[in-house]
């Protein structure tokens, strides 16, 4: 994938976001780190739950059930994502890249995807559904370039 000199590259999962500016060419990739944001570890007290509730049949069987689990963890990431695709939306606003790549798991992806706002779509040149967020720069680089 070619990532024209100045481009913004996001790579980023549920959890962490890289912004990157490319320092380099079209043709050879230089990645600078402009940006670098975690999300804190919540414990599962501060999260919720982490048990089913349960309920009772009330036809009066003797069955129990249990409700469907929430995800608060997957409820966090996903909240992430949608913080991130704010930045996007605000640093677009600002006319701060003219091209965006983003890097990012394929469910991560899909959430970024919901709340990415008009001028972020007109400069999103290119996406990449890996998770690149624990790999060295170079390897960021390589990949992105080999796709």
């Known amino acids: 994938m070619e ?11 549920g959890a962490k976001m890289l912004f990157f500016r490319n320092e380099g060419d079209a043709e050879f990739l230089k990645l600078e780190v402009e940006r670098k944001r975690e999300q804190e570890n919540l414990s599962r007290q501060e999260l919720g739950r982490s048990e089913p509730g349960r309920t009772f049949d009330a036809s009066g069987g003797a069955g129990r059930s249990a409700y469907e689990e929430t995800d608060f963890h997957q409820l966090e ?6 913080e991130t695709a704010e930045i996007l939306k605000q640093r677009a606003l600002r006319k701060e890249f003219e091209s965006l790549i983003i890097v990012a798991p394929p469910r991560t992806l899909g959430e970024l995807r919901k709340h990415y706002h008009k001028e972020v779509q ?4 290119g996406e990449i559904a890996k998770d690149l967020t ?4 170079e ?8 796709q």
Do not use: W
């Open 3 to 13: 990532v024209p000199h100045g481009s913004c590259v996001v790579v980023a999962d």
């Open 77 to 82: 990431e996903d909240k992430f994502a949608a």
């Open 122 to 125: 007109k400069r999103l040149t």
């Open 134 to 137: 624990g790999h060295p720069v």
């Open 139 to 146: 390897e960021i680089e390589r990949i992105i370039q080999a």
